[in-house]
């Protein structure tokens, strides 16, 4: 089935018709027609029909208008040939939607860089006073076998205190504060002076009473 055009001549524009010959394609009217309701079969060529069907209100309009006056050309069948429609057009590739855009990754956040943490000035100051303020203090015990004791110290390169006597008492509570070996050793050393001062009482002693007796002798 196929619908005449306006370049149609001697057909309304719309009306339908039945293909049923194609004929020689060296001529320009080489597709025989016939018009629905005609007992005509009429040649056109391919501009004068088309296989898409007109809207229904552009069909009825077209129905009721005149053809064009122009006479077309007969053309007798005596016996129908074995009709080829011509092929269907090609059907449009169904648009495909484009793929969305991938969003990018999101950037890894960067690790906060450590920022050096800088002492003001007037703090580098306070500190290096403060540490010039505390020298190194060296305290030296120092005793001899007689049981006398002398404690120097030393506060940095100066001398501050010099041969200054301690009893031996003293030192030995100080040795007992400092650590249990110092108190074994300074014990060990005021055990040995004492056993030479109780041997220097007993030679007193004994030169106290020669000098009584001699004494006593003279004043008789």
């Known amino acids: 089935m196929v619908w005449f055009t306006a370049a149609a001549v001697g057909v309304a524009e719309g009306r339908s018709g ?13 597709l025989r027609v016939k018009p629905t309701g ?17 809207p229904r209100d552009k069909a009825a309009s077209t129905s009721s208008a005149q053809p064009k006056s122009t006479t077309r050309k007969e053309s007798t069948v005596t016996q129908p040939a074995t009709l080829t429609s ?11 939607a484009a793929p969305k855009p991938v969003a990018p990754a999101s950037e890894p956040a960067k ?7 800088t ?18 203090v060296t305290v030296t ?12 110290v030393v506060s940095g390169k100066k001398k501050s205190v010099r041969g200054l006597p301690v009893t031996s008492s003293a030192v030995a509570q100080a040795a007992k504060v400092l650590h ?16 030479v001062q ?19 002798e003279l004043s008789d």
């Open 198 to 216: 109780e041997s220097k009482v007993q030679q007193l002693q004994a030169e106290l009473e020669e000098a009584r007796r001699l004494l006593d």
């Open 38 to 54: 005609s007992k005509d079969v009429l040649s056109f060529s391919p501009t004068e029909v088309t296989l898409t069907k007109p």
């Open 119 to 136: 002492k003001p000035p007037a703090a580098k100051a306070t500190a290096a006073r403060s540490k010039a303020k505390t020298p190194e």
């Open 86 to 96: 011509p092929a269907p057009p090609a059907p449009s590739p169904t648009p495909t």
């Open 180 to 195: 249990p070996e110092v108190a074994e050793v300074v014990a060990g050393i005021l055990e040995a002076a004492r056993v």
């Open 18 to 30: 039945k293909v049923v010959e194609i004929g020689d394609r060296s001529e320009s009217d080489f």
């Open 111 to 117: 690790p906060a860089t450590p920022t050096a943490t």
């Open 141 to 152: 015990l120092t005793g001899t076998a007689d049981g006398e004791w002398s404690v120097d």
